[in-house]
């Protein structure tokens, strides 16, 4: 059986045994492993009670996502030091934290600013990997980790152009690639030819972003089959090659 790693997903909105089924189904399509998600300090709280009730299929990534902070209460950084303190075995990572400007609807950049940098410095602190959402200010984002002194730090659902993609990784970053490098549409068929291997992750992105066959469902780590298959194809790797470099490349990046 081949083995992958969802190296991101939110699963804060399944409720009772809608978890278990997803863990379930997970397993069963060979993804023993998933970085569930937080992206507010609520659901940070029940990221980490899905991941007490299931420690051997889920760990957890906390943090202040761009688009949620703005309702952070003004003590966020005690109360995250707090979850982190208390919950140290679960937690693989900081995220999801970083900088989005593509839409003007958004916490604009000076909000989002503050909490991105800050959340860089309490990863460092606490010797974990940043999981960073970056749209539309890809290359700044990575500059500013570097500039941070991030070490590890993993560029997740990545959608930017090959500029900013060789930049992430010459500052020794990591790339993960959702479910819309299925699309047929999609620029990044072309961008994945240019990242090196080991470098290179997989994630769901779920409850969004399915990828094609499963697209328009909500979407869970079990899915994430489709776009492993669809990456293997476009490498022209075997899918048996694909897990194995993943799984080395999810343990280096996230430390399991
Ligand atoms: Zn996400």
Known sequence: MLIWTDTH??????????????????????????????VSIGTARVVLDQCGRFPKNLKAAVGISPFDTVEAADNWENELKELLAGHRSLITAIGEIGLDDT????????????????????AIDA?????????????????????????????????GDRG???YIIESGY???????????????RDIIQ??????????????????TPQRGKKNKPAFIIHTAREISELLGTSERELSDTLKKNAAAALGF
Request: with cysteine.
């Open 9 to 38: 997903a939110h699963l804060f909105d399944c409720r009772g045994g809608e978890l278990e089924a997803v863990v379930d189904e997970a397993e069963a399509a060979g993804v023993w492993t998933a970085v569930n998600t937080a």
């Open 103 to 122: 839409n003007p609807r958004y916490p604009s950049i000076e909000i989002q600013m503050p909490f991105f940098k800050r959340q860089l410095e309490i």
């Open 127 to 159: 010797g974990l990997p940043a999981i960073v959402h970056s749209r539309g200010i890809e290359k700044k984002t990575a500059e500013i980790c570097r500039e941070t002194g991030v070490s590890k730090a993993v560029f997740h659902c990545f959608t």
């Open 164 to 166: 900013s993609m060789e």
């Open 174 to 188: 990591y790339i993960s690639i959702s479910g819309i490098i299925t699309y047929k549409s999609s620029h990044l």
């Open 194 to 211: 240019h990242i090196p291997v080991d470098r290179l992750l997989l994630e769901s992105d779920a409850p969004y972003l399915s990828p």
